[in-house]
């Protein structure tokens, strides 16, 4: 009798005083801020929104709403099961862009250079889009209410942290073109040094107008016709993107895309993304082999992680674009019968040393074609005390996207580069190719937002990750690291990577992976002890509830609500 009537005050109480919420983030400022929306009876969809409108503040080089991202999002019901849904947030091409956007008048590829400053690169931005879908399907707290740390942070200062004062000084050497971003972050002619003060009141004031007229107050009116004149008024810039391709952005709800390994249930985000197909199909290959038993410390174990990557990653540079524009075999990607098939290819003794894509089934005939992705990118996760997951990848892609910032007066938001995710040569061996450029088309991307669910059905972990085309690896390095070894969720993300150049497999310096170069030369690999830009973040459940992680190599933080 008492324990039922101790299950019964438990069902009436307030499920925020039966568990507490977690949040993490890439800063400190943006994790404060979400913790404060927890605090304040937000939702875990309402704190990763507070999270990414501070780090558009604190981490400008990276994220903001000036670019996009992928959310997935897990729906807790009070009989443990839930629904998981997931919103693309991508940005997308100007409906004028054509195929030739990044070649020259030659048909030559552009340089880097050419393409990433300035117009050019811009797509239209869709986090604001996101954000709005987000907090209508599962906000609990008023919309402006989530504007005011950001806001607070904009006006009133931060500090200057260590990645931003580093990216300060490799992108202020190309800024002369772009007067307002060095007046932001280079004034005087010096790139900001940690821990000095950055002021952003422009950003404040665009952040409280949308925060009292909503999205639809970026991408129209004021903002949308500095936004235009920004991205259409700088050096080298096609001139096209429009107010009817602000207007007309949409944020779109996609089916998430799930696969079993082991005995858990590992879902993630579909295209554009390549995130869930290409770590589902690293996990598929690995899975008949007992990683378990060979250990994070043996050298077979990384051996066969290498193999399944980049098989893996074969299959992604050939099949995946953005769906709307080309057909995708999602479903084939991730067959359990075909990860078997190409997981007959690896071989425990051996490398492969060739690794070309698979037919996986329903695939079109595709010849590959190679995508360029930089480094940037951050990720942010909230846990609520109702147990709703908000995990979500914010990009503007590389270092200070495409160096434009939009705003009137001192300071503003960075716009995006995204636009060379598109693969820059639209046609390959006469054929055209997947992620080549379109007119409002979504390129391809390798954020792979992503929650493990355990045999019950309940969420038990969820990781995400910054750095180009690493994401996915460092994503599936985390799963096997939690999942297989029982790592905690922060050695999990620190754990050194293995990942693949044009010159080998790169083994991450100044780690444990750089003492398998031997091991690896012996099985065959051409092997290059190398620096990766990396950043991860994570939560898991544990006995005593959700905990969260934040990649030690970061200045990330992880707090408890």
Not at 167 to 186: E, K, V
Not at 213 to 228: I, K, M, P, S, V
Not at 344 to 370: D, E, F, H, M, Q
């Amino acid at each position: 009798m008492i324990r039922y009537f101790l299950a019964l005050f438990a069902l009436l109480l307030p499920a925020s005083a039966l568990a507490q919420g977690v949040v993490t983030s890439a800063d400190p400022r943006a994790t404060e801020a979400g913790r404060d929306i927890l605090r304040q009876g937000g939702s875990a969809a309402d704190a990763a929104m507070a999270m990414m409108l501070a780090l558009t503040v604190v981490e400008p080089q990276s994220s903001g709403i000036g670019g996009g991202g992928f959310l997935v999002h897990h729906s807790a019901a009070r009989n443990g099961g839930g629904k998981l849904e997931t919103i693309d947030g991508r940005e997308t091409a100007p409906r004028a862009a054509t195929p030739g956007r990044f070649l020259g008048p030659d048909g030559k590829t552009l340089s880097y250079a050419q393409a990433v400053g300035g117009g050019r690169s811009v797509g239209v931005p869709g986090n604001l889009r996101l954000m709005a879908t987000a907090t209508r399907k599962w906000g609990r707290l008023p919309w402006a209410r989530l504007f005011a740390p950001a806001i607070q942070l904009a006006e009133g200062g931060y500090a200057v942290t260590r990645p931003l004062a580093g990216a300060a000084a490799s992108g202020a050497a190309r800024w002369a073109n772009f007067p307002a971003t060095a007046a932001l972050y280079a004034p005087s002619g010096a790139p900001v040094a940690e821990g000095t003060t950055v002021r952003n009141p422009a950003l404040a004031a665009l952040l409280r107008r949308v925060a009292a007229g909503g999205a639809d107050a970026f991408y129209t009116g004021e903002n949308a016709r500095a936004l235009l004149a920004a991205a259409n008024g700088s050096v080298g810039s096609p001139r096209d993107m429009t107010v009817a391709d602000l207007t007309g952005y949409r944020a779109k709800e996609r089916a998430p895309v799930c696969a079993p390994y082991r005995v858990w249930r590992v879902c993630g985000m579909g295209p554009p993304s390549s995130g869930a197909t290409t770590v589902l199909g690293i996990l598929g290959m690995l899975e008949r082999f007992d990683l378990k038993a060979l250990g994070p410390t043996s050298p077979q174990s990384w051996h066969l992680i290498a193999e399944a990557m980049q098989l893996a990653y074969a299959d992604r540079e050939n099949y995946l674009g953005d769906a709307d524009f080309v057909r995708v075999p999602v479903a084939g990607l991730i067959d359990r019968a075909y990860l078997r098939r190409r997981s007959g290819l690896i071989s425990p003794l051996r490398a492969l040393g060739v690794y070309p894509a698979g037919n996986p089934p329903g695939a079109p005939i595709r010849t590959p074609a190679v995508q360029q992705e930089v480094a940037g990118t951050t990720h942010f996760v909230a846990v609520d005390g109702r147990g709703n997951v908000a995990t979500m990848t914010s990009t503007v892609e590389g270092p200070f996207g495409s160096q434009l910032v939009v705003g009137e007066g001192l300071g503003g938001y960075i716009l995006n580069n995204e636009l060379t995710d598109f693969t820059w040569t639209p046609e390959r061996d006469g054929a055209p190719v997947a992620n080549r450029v379109e007119g409002g088309k979504r390129p391809l991307s390798s954020m792979a937002p992503t929650i493990v669910y355990d045999a019950s059905g309940r969420p038990v972990f969820t990781v995400g990750a910054a750095g180009g085309k690493t994401i996915i690896m460092q994503v599936a390095k985390a799963l096997i690291a939690h999942l297989d070894w029982g790592l905690p969720a922060r050695e999990a993300l620190g754990e050194g990577l293995v990942y693949f150049g044009r010159d080998g497999v790169i083994l991450e310096e100044g780690t444990a992976r750089a003492a398998l170069k031997v091991d690896f030369e012996r099985l065959g690999h051409k092997v290059v002890v190398g620096r990766l830009g990396l950043k991860a973040n994570a939560a898991e459940r544990t006995p005593a509830g959700w905990r969260g992680a934040a990649d030690p190599r970061s200045v990330g933080m992880a707090l408890s609500e």
